[in-house]
């Protein structure tokens, strides 16, 4: 070891540090504020405590509470800080596990019989705040599998010991703030006294291990913030996220059901849901029209071959529906033998243990066995088809970039406790696109995804968002990674100076790519603040070797594309389920399901009202007509609680002149106009933009 280590920092610049300074020392050198906001650090791309200390080389991320990392260590603290509490409280419980989650953190506890009610939260927060007050370091403590034993063993926790019974001697470590000590990989933060804000948000039952033969302990939820401010913001807008629910929302206005016949996550889209889904299909068509997209249509289901060729099987087969056997066609085995081999060094470099993976594929095989006829299975990506379609006939370089479009429909075996309204379902409709390009023409082909994702954000008044860029770690090529260091070298630097040039904000995530490709998550928020991952970007070397998918270059010899996998709308499922909270359901003219209502005074104006409505209905305006003989005021409450944009309010006087009178939605009386002059106005409001 030299006395002298060599920090790399994100922006490249190098700076020399004695060995054993910790990421806490290194941002206090760089200043001391920046070092009060420092959480946890990420060392050569593992993050770690940042008051550990460092002592060869390394590359260096300091982890804020702005950093995804930043936010789990401090959630997962404030979990241990619970933890302490609880046992402050209720002396002799015993613990699960306590892991940060999207928006905070839980850990399951045996209360030994004790229930636990709403009301005593608040009693608790203040003793963690309390206990967060004294400032108390976390220290780690690497421990002997025999001690770690022996510590809870004399605790008594039953739970720790059968954890620490399946880790292996000598990764076993123990934190420490105050008077509480975990078992815990770590990492942690600095000290308690960054946890200043706290809410126990919610009690609830959870098995050990989350099976059902085991005992059942309390889960307690909680979040945690570093200002009192930050609590207050996001309590406000939960409560408006509350009030803004897509599920609660999308039945109130009749946009999408459930049935349990049909079955759960399998949305059916009512008129006013398929009024969206049509307009939101016209912009994506004619937006992708300009930018030289084809469209295609794919079925539904393909024979299992084709799966296995994209090794979606059996890697992804949880996730699928199980096959179809069709008994009217012959099987011949030989059409598609499993090389267990190949498949395992591939599912092995996604990470899955030989173990697991042997698993997947005997599973697999016994399926064959019980079903020895053809097996189709319901389509979980349009990709394996689209690639059929490039392979179709021979391909010139003068083809490309060729860029496939559909709407397509996919399936995935969610499970049932992870179905969630709109959010996560069975089925769904998904804003594809697969780009075929040479790597000359990928920059280019990457840049004009992005302008369009750019586009729609703008259409949408999305404001925030953030590129999450997954790239690959060069010293797993061949194992994680695709063995292709130049194509990947070169995809990334390509995708980060587009990002760079076009001033889009992201963060690069080190490690994190896709087997086959470096991707880009696309994250947006809401109206309301609330994040929602929308799409994928991925960049593909693997598929198009895996099909076999070549072009004729100019030297008239076979090379292979680049496929670039795009989905800027997300599906529709969730982009609609996002729009509905975005929006509260007070949609754009363009989208709205109904863009206007005609109320008649009397029953005499109905006549005129009609009149009117074919006026619009000629021009293509989504409009409806109460024609009802409830009071003008009790229709023009249910055409604002229908959230329609425009009233068109129609009696004598309207009658006589040819005109309406107009409210907006929200805003009320906008005066009397012609017709015609209505007419002309709407159109421009409802085209797609
Ligand atoms: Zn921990
Ligand atoms: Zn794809």
Redesign the pocket.
Request: proline share 8%; charged share 15%; net charge neutral.
């Given at each position: 070891m030299s006395d002298q280590i060599k920090i790399t920092f994100p922006d490249g610049n190098v700076r020399e540090y004695p060995a054993g300074t910790s990421s806490l020392d290194i941002a206090k050198s760089i200043s001391e504020g920046l070092a009060r906001k420092v959480l946890a650090a990420k060392v050569n791309g593992e993050v770690r405590d940042a008051f550990r200390p460092i002592n060869e080389d390394a590359s260096l991320v300091l982890l804020t509470w702005d950093d995804k990392e930043g936010k789990a260590a401090f959630w997962?603290?404030s979990?241990?800080l619970m933890a302490e509490a609880l046992e402050a409280t209720y002396p002799g419980i015993k613990f699960g596990y306590?892991p940060p989650v999207d928006n905070g953190f839980y850990y399951d506890v045996d209360l030994g019989g004790r229930k636990l009610s709403d009301e005593e939260l608040p009693k608790l927060e203040k003793k963690m705040s309390e206990l967060a007050s004294q400032n108390n370091p976390?220290t780690r403590k690497e421990i002997s599998k025999k001690d770690a034993l022996d510590y809870f063993a004399k605790k008594g926790d039953e739970y720790k010991v059968e954890t620490i019974t399946e880790l292996n001697d000598g990764e076993i470590t123990f934190?420490q703030q105050g008077n509480f000590v975990?078992l815990?990989?770590?990492?942690?933060i600095p000290n308690t006294g960054f946890i200043k804000a706290i809410k126990l948000t919610n009690i609830a039952g959870a098995y050990w291990k989350g099976d059902e033969k085991n005992k059942q302990l309390t889960r307690i939820y909680g979040v945690t913030f570093p200002k009192q401010k930050d609590l207050d913001d996001y309590l406000k807008m939960q409560e408006e996220a509350k009030k803004r629910d897509h599920r609660k929302i999308g039945k109130d206005l009749e946009i999408f059901a459930f049935d349990d016949d049909v079955g759960p996550g399998m949305p059916l889209w009512m008129p006013n849901g398929g009024a969206m889904i049509e307009q939101l299909e016209a912009l994506a068509k004619k937006t992708e029209e300009d930018a030289g997209y084809e469209r295609v249509k794919t079925p539904h289901i393909a024979r299992e071959s084709l799966y296995i060729k994209s090794g979606h099987l059996p890697y992804y087969a949880d996730s699928m529906f199980p096959p179809m056997a069709m008994l009217t066609e012959a099987v011949k085995e030989e059409d598609r033998p499993i090389n267990r081999e190949e498949i395992k060094k591939e599912l092995f470099a996604k990470e899955l243990t030989p173990e697991r993976a042997d698993q997947l594929i005997d599973k697999m095989l016994k399926l064959r066995k019980e079903l020895p006829q053809e097996r189709y299975y319901l389509k979980a990506m349009n990709c394996p088809h689209h690639h059929k379609i490039y392979a179709a006939v021979p391909r010139s370089y003068k083809e490309l970039p060729l860029r496939l479009a559909e709407y397509g429909t996919c399936y995935r075996y969610e499970q049932s406790g992870e179905l969630f309204g709109l959010m996560r379902v069975r089925s769904l409709n998904m804003n594809d696109a697969h780009i075929y390009c040479t790597e000359e023409q990928f920059a280019d082909e990457f840049k004009a995804v992005n302008d369009m994702y750019l586009r729609y954000f703008k259409i949408f008044g999305i404001d925030k968002y953030v590129m999450r860029f997954s790239t690959h770690d060069p010293k797993k090529l061949g194992q994680k990674y695709l063995d292709m260091p130049e194509l990947w070298k070169k995809t990334e630097d390509m995708v980060r100076n587009v990002m760079t040039d076009a001033k889009i904000p992201f963060v690069e995530v080190p490690d994190e790519a896709a087997f086959y490709g470096p991707k880009i998550d696309v994250q947006i928020w809401s109206a309301i603040g609330r994040e929602f991952t929308l799409a994928t970007n991925q960049v593909d070397f693997g598929q198009p070797r895996r099909f076999g998918l070549t072009f004729k270059n100019k030297s008239n010899q076979d090379e292979t594309p680049i496929i670039i996998h795009r989905a800027p709308l997300g599906t529709h499922e969730r982009f609609i389920g996002f729009l509905i909270e975005h929006y509260a359901g007070n949609f754009p003219v363009w989208l709205a399901p109904k863009q206007v209502a005609i109320l008649s005074i009397a029953d005499r104006h109905i006549d005129y009202g009609k009149e009117v409505m074919n006026e619009l209905k000629k021009q293509r305006i989504r409009v409806i007509l109460d024609d009802t003989s409830e009071k003008i005021g009790k229709k023009i409450r249910d055409a604002e609680v229908k959230k329609i944009p425009y009233m068109l309010i129609v009696g004598d006087k309207e009658q006589q002149e040819k005109k309406v009178s107009v409210r907006k939605h929200s805003e009320g009386d906008k005066g009397q106009m012609a017709v015609d002059d209505f007419v002309l106005a709407l159109s421009k409001e409802a085209a797609i933009p």
């Open positions: 997962h603290s979990a241990h306590g976390y934190y975990d815990c990989r770590g990492p942690h």
